[in-house]
């Protein structure tokens, strides 16, 4: 137990890495990776591994690395050190394979405003090879909870919950084995923030494992199996949920201030 | 659907509902056409004018009444230039370069009245025909259209989402072109169709039609790559938009002049007066044709003399004033050509040098092949201008041999005597045909040009290749 936190602390990764998730094999694997821009380095040892249906919520301040270590997945930025794959697949060498893993939604969910909610899905999906039909993409739609009426609109309208819900559509749509969240709760009411937790619950049934990276501790105390600490580009401390409360909030809030500090 | 097919279809339905893509579209359509249609009935009413005036001009010298040989070769002709059917999808510098030339004995005259002279200032400011449509302004609307093609994706972040559907960034930057390409093909249309209607219509031979397709299609390619890779390096739209517009400036306006400009200071040409002075110069002292007593033909005197075996010219069977004017037309034509030749010389050393610079600017490239392949380049011009020569020296050498063999030396030396000799002879004489250059000549010549369009492409291509490929990289 850990004592600040209340909570079983699994791995720190200054004490030499990061257990594995809950599945048999992990879906987001990162070992010992360094990575950064240019001259300036910004993960520094990150291990993390995340397994199928498996909720991972990666909290840190402004700058701790959190943006990067989605990046680093999706093959956007290359490690200067280290080993990452994506359901056994180097995103950097192999990024086509390790995307077509994988589904992102970024803080602000970018879509094509001229085109409708359906359309926005049926391109993407599509272009990833798996369109089947419009009966799929609006089962999709209608798992993610937008309501009927909007599925035709066009989503330069939408706000920024429906426009995550289109996102959450196609990943549902798409089957993939990941999700990689960027603040999806930033900007969304209580309300929304709720609803939206209950939508990662179900990708959890789907043994989707989901890697978030927020600010929002109540959200991620909330609906994640595995709470990591991010700071100065380190994992400092991985706690998991644990019984019926799942986390310490008091504590968990106690030691994200003192690492904000 | 393959994912660069599905790329370029959505880009074309955003490029429908872009009303500047639309709207300049339309525009260039339109401009095209009139271009198109207004360069052909221009050609259409050159060509029948100029036909109708070499007509009237072989009626004329036809119907001269029986006269002097010598009297008809100072009445002189003129000989038109035939429009080149290509002149009307590229009339080159035609509209720079006479087309009307006078022939006459001792004479070489240039060719006179080009459209430029004739007219108002606005022709030269450039033609409305479709060859500067599409050099010029073609490629600014494929700018205008496809600037933000990947940096719209970019700024808007769909990039991201894009790439992360488990496509290659390739995948991407080819949609894109693809339906800048489409575009494209579209802006070209208007001008194919023209040129396709020259060919079917057997105004022109489908070999050049087919050249001049292929070059302005390679030439929009070359284009679309450019601005596909140009939103593909720059991270903001605008910052596309602008680097494409310096770009433009740079290749297709500035390079051009500039290196023409170039050319002229680096390979000086004589004005047309100081040629004149030294041609009547070193014309003086070959000696006057009208005088058979000229000490300058003293040499050529006692030649005839030795090789017909007479003492004295009155004793010569034939008219020896015509042979002095033979020799002297000789004589003069071989100054007038070497003169001609200099000068034509220099013109294609300037443009050598310009032609160089296609490997700077391929605008140059294109309008090299092109107006070698329409027929409308200088070499064309000088073509004409040689067999226009060639044709005067034949005439007025044959009056020269009438002269001599019609009439005696005694009737030709006596001022009382009109010696007229009957325009059945000059009736008999045949009319200029321009041949223009053999298809195949025309386009070895443009071969060069070519080389360099196809060099460019394969250099923006690979670029797009390699840079589009690590287009991934650059997305944060």
Known sequence: ??????????????????????????????????????????LRQLDLRIGPG??????????????????????????TAGRVRVDGFDPVAQPVQARRRLAYIPENVALYEHLSARENVAYLLDLAGQYEGDEAIDRALAAAGLQGSAFDRRVGGFSKGMRQKVAIALALARSVPALLLDEPTSGLDPQATSEFNRLLDVLRDRGIAVLMVTHDLLSAADVADRIGFLDGGRLLEEV????????????????YAEQAA | MSPVRRIAREEWRALSRDRVAMLGLLLLTVLTLVAALNAAEHRRTADAERGRYQSQANDEFANQPDRHPHRVAHFGHFVFRPLNPLAAFDPGIDAYTGHTLFLEAHRQNGANFGDVRQSSLLLRFGQLTPAFILQVLAPLLLVFVGHNCVTRERESGTLRVLLSQGLGSGQVVMGKLLALLGFAGLVLLPALLALLWLAASGQAAWAPVLVLACAYAAWLLLWSLLVTLASTVFRRGRDALLGLLATWTVLVILLPRGVSDLAGSVVAMPTRFENAIHVEREYQALGNAHRPDD??????????????GVTSIEELPVNFKGLVGTEGERRSSELFNRYAAEVFDLQERQNHLVDQYGWLSPTLALRRLSMTVAGTDLASFRHFLEQGEQYRYDLVQRLNRLQSGEITYADDTDPDKENRISHAHWQAFPDFHYQPF????ALRRAAPAGAMLLAWLAALASLTWLLGGRLGRAVR
Request: glycine content about 14%.
């Open chain 2, 295 to 308: 000490p300058k033909f003293a040499e050529f005197r006692d030649r005839i003399l030795e090789q017909y």
């Open chain 1, 1 to 42: 137990m850990n004592a600040d936190t209340g909570n079983a602390v699994t791995a720190s990764a200054v004490d030499g890495g990061v257990e594995a998730g809950k599945g048999a094999g992990n879906v987001l694997e990162a070992s010992s990776v360094e990575a950064g821009y240019g001259e300036r380095s910004i």
């Open chain 1, 240 to 255: 998991a949920a644990d019984g019926e409360d799942r986390f310490n909030v008091r504590a968990l809030h106690r030691r």
């Open chain 1, 54 to 79: 498996e909720i991972y919520a990666l909290l840190g301040g402004n700058g701790a690395g959190k943006t990067t270590t989605l990046s680093l997945f999706l093959g956007f930025v290359e490690p």
């Open chain 2, 438 to 441: 053999p298809v195949d000549q």
